[in-house]
């Protein structure tokens, strides 16, 4: 039960565009090891700016 | 054994399909249930989705599950993320589905149902679908990326530097046009404009929470956020019934466009934690959830459609938008049956999120389809408006006049029946003062909304009160309405600014710098003030703006969607596809005959209802007040249409150089890297 709330969460938030960010720290464990992932907070406000800086995230 | 059936089943859906296009066609007299018109769309797309979309990801593009897409290659936790396919429909449907499907079909319905239908069902089936999915495919096999680099890839510089400057000037046009329906949904109206005021602070508040107090809480913020939009309805009211607090939110139009402009100009320089992001997240939970209530109160309801199948506005007499049914049907619907704006999601963050290559079926030609039923749904729910309301609604002031007797004696001269007092009665059921030339589509979609969602769920006794189910129901709608309508006007700023910084830091470095507060501010205002300049121009049209802006923002979207079609002809000519390029290069001939003829029309047309250069001129020689204003604004609207056309010419006879040389040098490897080196 808990897992299936979870898995609704993580579909919902991926719908509206929410980041991502455990699963940004697995890619950078599994692809970066060497190199310190950004903190959540940074994460969070660079997803956030990326959205907004340029077409192919909205339409009319 | 189970093929025979199988293809038996969809000689079933097909009949079924044809039987109801042909009630809905050959229907004269009474209403006719809008059952008929939801069978004959799913219908439609079930068919086109499963032939259509089938032969192009297979005899086209060969789509592969084992092929790796960019998401994997180059996944980074960031852009770049494989993703299950359902979500990314979700994403891809949540982003491709704006204001645009709703407003379009609501005021293409003075034609009647019947050309509207028509054009949503083949526009998507054959164009929009298709389109879509081809630019989802091709940016698929090229790392994801944009339209505009793939139109300098494939075709040539000179083609993807019209795409890049007819992108931002379909921006501004498009934002300019969303601000005036807001400014006309909320006009005069203290209930809708209260309500829509607290979505920023109410935004604010989520942002703040967002980023200090539960960072990073999606789901919980937005949860909060719904609460208190439903508070801020009732808030609405609540001023609303005080007349000492109302006159103050009571606003006429230029206040209206002043205040929406402060606040897109708030949005653009603001940081996006603060507003954009977390309105983003409330307008893309409410959009979504609409759309749903929407279709099962429709489905449960199954309305009479009110309107005739084909109204005698089909002539080019029509008060909402001016022109004949052809080729104005086509301008007036864009998104819904094809939108040249999703070639830009499709080459955008979808892309970069697919994990498995067939699974741009479902989401490129699939969501289309999808977005197409939501257009339909929006012209179920005009239609099934007595239509001598609809017009009330949605015909300008310069043509009702300013009372319930004018607008009854106007509509009556029109053909279509209504009484003074039942539009009075109607504007007090939904808790307004008036409803009479709210043009942009908004208010009348909202009240056919209202019906619905009021006939599934309240009790008729409630509705004749005034405030009452009704009321609530049809501030709902206008809430959802402009929210959705903001956060694209929003969102469309700030990406305005960004390109317009990218374009001024090519002439001088430190403006494109997107950190330094002066470039920002500089570029905003800009931004802001020239689709401040066409807000301002609608909003003092008498003929309500929208039958002049509404049609330019249709032009340059299809002027787009040439754009899309042309690279992804030169992507299936390029691939040795060249006996299958009638797949876009139909659908692509098509739109260059539509937005060739309503730009010339709009440009040259003598009469001046249609015509800007016409308009301008008749202006002029009435010496009315404010007629070299007036001038002045038609003569940019036809240099704007001009420039669109120009661009549409260039794309194609660039293309057509580029075609040729393919078609000479038929497939082979060697050739075909000769042709794309030169």
Not at chain 1, 26 to 49: C, D, F, K, Q, T
Not at chain 2, 192 to 221: K, M, N, Q, S
Not at chain 2, 413 to 421: D, I, L, N, T, Y
């Amino acid at each position: 039960m808990r897992r299936l709330l979870a898995s609704v969460r993580g579909a919902l938030r991926a719908i509206v565009g929410a980041p991502d960010y455990r699963r940004y720290l697995a890619h950078m464990a599994r692809a970066h090891p060497g190199i310190a992932p950004l903190s959540r907070a940074a994460y969070v406000r660079e997803r956030e700016a990326a959205r907004y800086d340029r077409p192919g995230t909205r339409c009319c | 054994m189970r093929a025979p059936l199988r293809l038996l089943g969809w000689c079933v859906v097909a009949c079924i399909g044809a039987a109801a296009i042909a009630v809905l066609a050959l229907h004269r007299g009474e209403t006719v249930s809008a059952a008929w018109l939801l069978t004959a769309a799913v219908a439609t797309y079930a068919i086109g989705y499963r032939f259509y979309s089938r032969l192009i990801a297979t005899r086209i593009f060969g789509l592969d599950a084992a092929r790796v897409t960019p998401a994997v290659a180059h996944e980074d936790g960031r852009d770049y993320v494989p993703t299950n396919r359902w979500i990314v429909f979700g994403h891809h449907f949540a982003a491709i589905a704006g204001p645009g499907p709703l407003v379009g079909p609501t005021l293409a319905a003075q034609f009647g149902y019947l050309p509207g239908a028509i054009w949503i069902l083949i526009g998507c089936v054959l164009g929009g679908a298709v389109q879509d999915f081809v630019i989802l495919c091709a940016s698929l096999r090229r790392d994801g990326r944009s339209l505009g680099a793939m139109a300098a890839d494939e075709i040539g510089p000179v083609a993807g530097t019209t795409a890049l400057v007819a992108v931002l000037g379909i921006m501004i046009i498009l934002v300019a046009v969303l601000a005036l329906v807001v400014v006309n949904a909320l006009k005069a109206s203290p209930w809708g404009t209260v309500t829509l005021a607290l979505t920023v602070p109410i935004a604010l508040l989520l942002g703040v929470y967002l980023r200090f107090l539960r960072p990073d809480r999606v789901l919980e913020a937005t949860a909060i956020g719904l609460v208190l939009l439903a508070g801020a309805l009732f808030a609405g009211r609540w001023v609303a019934e005080q007349p000492a607090l109302a006159s103050h939110f009571t606003l006429g139009p230029l206040a209206l466009s002043a205040w929406i402009i402060a606040y897109a100009f708030a949005a653009s320089v603001l940081p996006v934690w603060l507003l954009l992001a977390p309105r983003d997240y409330l307008s893309a939970f409410v959009k979504i959830g609409v759309v749903l209530a929407l279709a099962i109160g429709i489905v449960i309801l199954l309305p009479p459609l009110r309107m005739p199948a084909i109204t005698p506005f089909v002539n080019g007499t029509g008060p909402v938008i001016a022109g004949k049914v052809f080729p104005f049907v086509c301008i007036t619907i864009a998104c819904g049956a094809i939108s040249g704006f999703h070639a830009l999601i499709a080459s955008g963050t979808t892309p970069k999120m697919l994990a498995h290559e067939p699974d741009a079926r479902p989401i490129g030609y699939g969501a289309m389809c999808l977005e197409s039923l939501v257009a339909i749904l929006a012209l179920i729910a005009a239609c099934s408006l007595t239509p001598g309301v609809y017009f009330a609604i949605n015909a300008p002031a310069g043509l009702l006049g300013t009372t319930a007797e004018s607008a009854a004696h106007a509509v009556a001269g029109w053909g279509f029946q209504v009484s003074p007092s039942d539009l009075t009665t109607l504007a007090h059921q939904v808790g307004e003062t008036s409803l009479l030339s709210r043009t942009g589509g908004a208010p009348s979609l909202a009240v056919g909304m209202a019906q619905v969602f009021a006939g599934v769920l309240g009790r008729p006794a409630d509705h004749a009160a005034a405030g009452g189910g009704l009321a609530l129901w049809y501030h709902f709608a206008i809430m959802f309405e402009a929210l959705f309508l903001l956060t694209t006007l929003d969102a469309g700023t700030r990406v305005g600014r960004f390109m317009l910084q990218d374009l001024a830091g090519r002439v001088w470095a430190p403006l494109g710098r997107v950190g330094w507060y002066p470039a920002v501010i500089l570029c905003s205002a800009l931004f802001v003030g020239t689709w401040g300049l066409f807000l301002y121009q609608g909003v003092t049209d008498p003929l309500g703006g929208v039958n002049s802006l509404w049609p330019l923002f249709g032009i340059a979207n299809q002027l787009l969607a040439a754009i899309a079609l042309a690279v992804g002809t030169t992507v299936i000519m390029r691939m040795g596809k060249a006996r299958y390029a009638a797949v876009t290069l139909v659908p692509l001939a098509w739109l260059v005959v539509v937005a060739g003829s309503a730009g010339c029309l709009k440009i040259f047309s003598s009469d001046p209802r249609l015509g800007f250069l016409a308009h301008a001129r008749q202006q002029l020689a009435a010496h009315v007040a404010h007629a070299g204003e007036i001038a002045f604004n038609d003569r940019l609207d036809a240099t704007v249409a001009a420039a669109a056309l120009v661009a549409v010419l260039v794309i194609l006879v660039e293309s057509a150089r580029v075609w040729i040389r393919l078609w000479r040098a038929p497939y082979s490897g060697d050739r075909l890297l000769a042709v794309a080196a030169d």
